[in-house]
Nanobody, 128 residues
C-alpha cells in the first residue's frame, strides 16, 4: 500500500512561487510514475506534471511548461513541484498521485484514471 502526503500549498500573489512536496510511504520502486494533478472548483481534475521513478524526461501540461518543475528525491521518497510565475488560473487543489508502471503522460483527459494512489491534496491560491 502506498500513502502520499502533500504539503507546501498556500496563498501567493501573481508572479510568486511555491514548492509543493509529496512524501510517499510504502513500496515504491523504480517502476512507478509519480504525478501532480490539480482541480479547480467546477472543473475536471487535470494533469500538471509526471515523472517516472526509473528516470526519463518528465511530462508537463502545456499550461505550466516553463513555469513548473517536477523533481524527486529517491532517498527521501519525496516528489516536488516547484511552481514559479504563478497566475490566478493556477488556483486549485493540488494532488500528488502514483501509479505502477513508468508511463507518465498526464496530458489527456483520462490521465487521472490511470493513477491508483492519491494524496489528500493541498490548496494553492494565487491572487492578483
Amino acid at each position: 500500500q502506498v500513502q502520499l502526503v502533500e504539503s507546501g500549498g498556500g496563498s501567493v500573489q501573481v508572479g510568486g512561487s511555491l514548492r509543493l512536496s509529496c512524501a510517499a510511504s510504502g513500496y515504491i520502486d523504480s517502476s512507478y510514475c509519480m504525478g501532480w494533478f490539480r482541480q479547480a472548483p467546477g472543473k475536471e481534475r487535470e494533469g500538471v506534471a509526471g515523472i517516472a521513478t526509473g528516470g526519463g524526461s518528465p511530462y508537463y501540461a502545456d499550461s505550466v511548461k516553463g513555469r513548473f518543475t517536477i523533481s524527486r528525491d529517491s532517498a527521501k521518497n519525496t516528489v516536488y513541484l516547484q511552481m514559479n510565475g504563478l497566475k490566478p488560473e493556477d488556483t486549485a487543489m493540488y494532488y500528488c498521485a502514483a501509479k505502477v508502471g513508468d508511463y507518465c503522460y498526464i496530458g489527456d483527459t483520462q490521465a487521472a484514471r490511470r493513477f491508483r494512489y492519491w494524496g489528500q491534496g493541498t490548496q494553492v491560491t494565487v491572487s492578483s
